[in-house]
Each structure stands twice: as C-alpha cells, then as structure tokens.
C-alpha cells in the first residue's frame, strides 16, 4: 500500500510541479507566449481550412447525386404529371427525412418537388416550417447548386446567368 502510495504522490508532485512550471513561463517567458499564440493560430487556421474542404466536398457530393437522380429520374414537363411527381417526391421525402441517415436523399427529393412547384416562393416557407434544419439547409445547397427554374424566374434573368446550372 506505501509503494502504491509512494507512486502516486510521485505522480501528483511532477504534475504539480509541471503545471507551476508552464504557469511560470507562460507569465514571464516573452518566448513562450508567442510560440503558444502560433500554435493556437495554426490550430485555427488549419481549423478552417478543414472546415472549408469538408464544405467543398459535401457541395461536390451533393452536386454529384443530384445529377444521379436526375439522370435516373428527370422532371415531368406536363402539368398532369408535375402534380403526381410533386406529390410523390414529396411523400418520399417525408418518408426519408424520419430516417436518421439519409437526409440528403430526403433533400433531394424535396428539392425535385420544389423544382416543379408553381411557386416556390410558398413550397420553400412551407419547407422550412415542416421539415427539419438540416434537411431544409441542405435543400437550400441544392437549389444554389443548380437552381430550379421556376425559383430563377423569380429571381431574374442576372441571378440565372450565375448560377451554376439551370433545372427545367
């Protein structure tokens, strides 16, 4: 029991020692100060440059699958048609977004919904009261990635010509 002891006092003196230390220096080595403010600098910027790449490659994603699904199931051009798929993509979407997991398929379904809505400018608040933040935010990625349009006619032709691609 003295040998256990004896070790963790041992222990405890060190780090005690050790912080009084650190605290010591921290106080009145100028040195030091500035390496500990350029190794928190360089913990934030590589921080954010993490933060920006995984941004860009959740939007190079989500661009990717939007264009799969779009591929496998393009937008009706029909106004008979458009009410079915609207319905339809709609329900899915709910569907999915109850799932944990598969919020960018739910998203996408939604966006495909919003892409044929009549008035998007309605679709979208009713989106953003009834389904999620995330789901919601990701729909809003979609529709800045390639923006439906019936949502560029609203915005005006200067918006259109930015945006990266158009959906019919």
Do not use: W
């Not at 458009?82 to 939604?110: C, M, R, S, W, Y």
């Not at 679709?123 to 933040?133: A, E, G, H, V, W």
């Amino acid at each position: 029991m003295s040998r256990a002891f004896s070790v963790i006092a041992l222990v405890s003196v060190a780090t005690l020692g050790y912080c009084v230390y650190f605290d010591y220096q921290r106080r009145h080595n100028p040195e030091f100060r500035k390496s500990i403010l350029r190794t928190k600098r360089r913990a934030t910027k590589k921080a954010k440059l993490e933060a920006e790449q995984d941004k860009t490659k959740k939007l190079e994603e989500l661009k990717e699958k939007l264009n799969e699904s779009l591929i496998v199931e393009p937008l009706p051009t029909e106004l008979a048609e458009k009410e079915n798929f609207f319905l339809n993509q709609v329900t899915v979407g709910e569907q999915l977004a109850a799932i944990p997991g598969n919020e960018v398929d739910a998203a996408i379904h939604f966006y495909k919904g919003l892409a044929v809505y009549p008035n998007p400018q309605g679709i979208l608040d009713i989106y953003q009261r009834t389904i999620s933040p995330e789901v919601y935010n990701l729909v809003m990625m979609l529709a800045a990635i390639q923006v439906p349009r019936n949502v560029a006619n609203i915005l005006g032709d200067s918006v259109a010509s930015l945006s990266v691609g158009s959906v019919e």
